[in-house]
Every structure is written in structure tokens, then in C-alpha cells.
């Protein structure tokens, strides 16, 4: 039973447009979101959060939006770049609980095409 | 550098042998976490530690699997007995809980293990 997914495995964007990648999760207890970005070979590297208590936080070019009623949060690129090409990840934790270990979705890897 | 480290960064050995992975978190982090992620997947939560405690253990982690980290500082996991199936990338993430805050969690690069 995975509790954090993500439903597409890939997904191309031309260089300069949206990147929209989705996230679903089953357990409305899930208090914080977080996007990671991945290059074969490396470590995952921290993108962006998001506490159930908002509904969008923004960073540059990097948004997450977070429906809570749909248990989706959503991250969106723009403009998209050769170098966002990555798998990312979207994670989630119990975390004012104090269980913070992340629970992943299995990644969507992003082609950017110049 | 003051991010994650890892050591080796890349391990093969021959099943039944010992594997041991190290991990330096980043130096005022009091939380130090250990994920397994395989082809395909998603990086899965092994263990973790507040300091010198180890708080967590997943079901994933075996009696075959050991953490330790001695003085709340670096942390080493150990493997004995390998399996083929151990073969994964092993993932060391620290953190800083602060009250009131959210935490985010920074990875090192991993250890790629491959069992022959």
C-alpha cells in the first residue's frame, strides 16, 4: 500500500514551458510535503516544502501547490530548463507529530527538450 | 563542503561477506536518517537517530542491519551476511528539529552496493 504516488512515471516539456509534476497521498495525516530533485549517480537534493497549512509556496521558479481535500499537491516549473531535467521525488511526514521519517512516491523523471 | 558525506561511495562484495557505510551529517544537525531506495523506487526509511539515540527502526532494517552513531556525530550501517538482494543505493539525510519548525531533510550522495 503506498501511501505517497505518483502516478506518471516520465513526462517531456519543451525548454521555456510548464512543468507540471502531481503527487497523490491516501494518509490526511500527512502534515508536511516536500519536493526532491534527483541526477542518476547523486543524492537527492531538496527543491521546495510545503506545510499542510498553506496552499502554495513559491520559490523562483519552482511552485508547489497543496489540495488538501484531494490529498494532491502539485509541483510547477516555469520556465522549464534543460538542467530540470531530474527525477523528482515527492515526499511527505508526520512531522508536529514529531514522526518525521519521509515517506516517498516512487518519482517522475522530467525531460526538458531544448 | 558542509553538506552530507558519505563513504565509500560505491561498494562490491561478495554475498555472505560484511559491508559498513559511513555517514558525516551536516555538523550542527542532531538528526541523522538512513534510506535504502532500489531501481525504480522511491528511497525507503531504514533508521534514524536524534543525537546518539536511535529512535526508529523500519521493518525494512533486518537483524542482519545495524546503526550506530556513537557520539550524535558521524553514523556508521552495517550489513552482515550480504544478500543479493541488499544490492541498492544507501541514502544517509540529516536534519535540525526546531520547535515550532518544519523539518527538512539533506542528502548525501549515497553508497551504491551491488552483491554478487
Known amino acids: 500500500d503506498q501511501q505517497v504516488k505518483q502516478n506518471s512515471p516520465s513526462l517531456s516539456v519543451q525548454e521555456g514551458r510548464i512543468s507540471i509534476l502531481n503527487c497523490d497521498y491516501t494518509n490526511s495525516m500527512f502534515d508536511y510535503f516536500l519536493w526532491y530533485k534527483k541526477y542518476p549517480a547523486e543524492g537527492p537534493t531538496f527543491l521546495i516544502s510545503?506545510?499542510?497549512?498553506?496552499d502554495k509556496n513559491e520559490d523562483g521558479r519552482f511552485t508547489v501547490f497543496l489540495n488538501k481535500s484531494a490529498k494532491h499537491l502539485s509541483l510547477h516549473i516555469v520556465p522549464s530548463q534543460p538542467g530540470d531535467s531530474a527525477v523528482y521525488f515527492c515526499a511527505a511526514s508526520f512531522s508536529n507529530s514529531g514522526n518525521t521519517p519521509l515517506v516517498f512516491g516512487k518519482g517522475t523523471r522530467l525531460s526538458v527538450i531544448a | 563542503d558542509t553538506g552530507v558525506s558519505q563513504d565509500p561511495r560505491h561498494k562490491i562484495t561478495k554475498r555472505g561477506q560484511n559491508v559498513t557505510f559511513r555517514c558525516d551529517p551536516i555538523s550542527e544537525h542532531n538528526r541523522l536518517y538512513w534510506y535504502r531506495q532500489t531501481l525504480g523506487q522511491g528511497p525507503e526509511f531504514l533508521t534514524y537517530?536524534?543525537?546518539?539515540?536511535?529512535?526508529?527502526k523500519s521493518r525494512l532494517l533486518s537483524d542482519r542491519f545495524s546503526a550506530e552513531r556513537p557520539k550524535g556525530s558521524f553514523s556508521t550501517l552495517e550489513i552482515q551476511r550480504t544478500e543479493q538482494g541488499d544490492s541498492a543505493m544507501y541514502l544517509c539525510?540529516?536534519?535540525?528539529?526546531?520547535?515550532?519548525?518544519?523539518?527538512?531533510?539533506?542528502f548525501g550522495p549515497g553508497t551504491r552496493l551491488l552483491v554478487l
Open positions: 539525510a540529516s536534519s535540525s528539529r526546531l520547535a515550532g519548525d518544519q523539518e527538512t531533510q539533506y
Open positions: 537517530f536524534q543525537n546518539e539515540a536511535q529512535l526508529e
Open positions: 510545503i506545510s499542510s497549512i498553506k
